[in-house]
């Protein structure tokens, strides 16, 4: 050692920083969809009608991270913030619905992101992973029993069909804002 003081190497340091602010990110992104779907109580009286913001933020999420498992870390967040009771939601399983929502986006998401069909991709996974939650809530009725209005009400078809299409549209909202800011920033 000559006296000097060697310069150290943040590099390290800086990748894991980079990565705890995106972690923080889209666990904000899975936060506000949840709040989003608990405060905005439109009485449209309609099933699935939260699919389009919820999806939206999901898949904007998810497409502008590079983390593989980016919606399953925001849905995580979205099902702890559930847990809440202030959040207002009566559904015990609804956590659990979030992460398997969570986990097909992003496998979805890493199977399809090569096709040159991106507006298709957004719409179909925007559609599947919303209709995770009415399909998984139709299981949990024929084997518990446990009663969901918005099945009791409309019935199992209505309310797959209302939750796919309004994913869709989260999905179509989600390509049109992320395509849109990717042209404008270019």
């Known amino acids: 050692m000559n006296g000097k003081f060697q310069a150290k190497s943040t590099s390290k340091a800086l990748a894991i920083n980079k990565l705890a602010l995106e972690v923080l ?53 979205a099902a702890l913030l559930i847990f809440f009771p202030f959040m207002g939601f009566k559904d015990p399983f609804l ?8 986990a097909n986006i992003d496998f979805m998401y890493q199977k399809l992101k090569q096709s040159k069909l991106q507006l298709f991709i957004f719409v ?41 299409i309004f994913g869709a549209l989260g999905g179509l909202l989600a390509f049109g804002l992320v395509y849109t800011t990717k042209k404008i920033r270019n």
């Open 25 to 77: 990110i889209l666990s904000i992104v899975g936060l506000f969809a949840v709040v989003l779907r608990a405060k905005l109580r439109i009485p449209l009286s309609m099933s699935g009608h939260h699919g389009l913001e919820v999806m939206a933020l999901l898949l904007i999420g998810r497409s502008v991270s590079k983390l593989s498992m980016a919606s399953s870390i925001s849905t995580l967040a």
């Open 95 to 102: 956590p659990i619905i979030y992460l398997l929502m969570g």
């Open 124 to 164: 179909l996974i925007g559609a599947l992973s919303y209709s995770i939650i009415p399909s998984s809530r139709i299981l949990i009725h024929i084997s518990t029993g446990y009663p969901y209005e918005s099945l009791l009400k409309a019935g199992y078809a209505y309310t797959v069909f209302s939750h796919f």
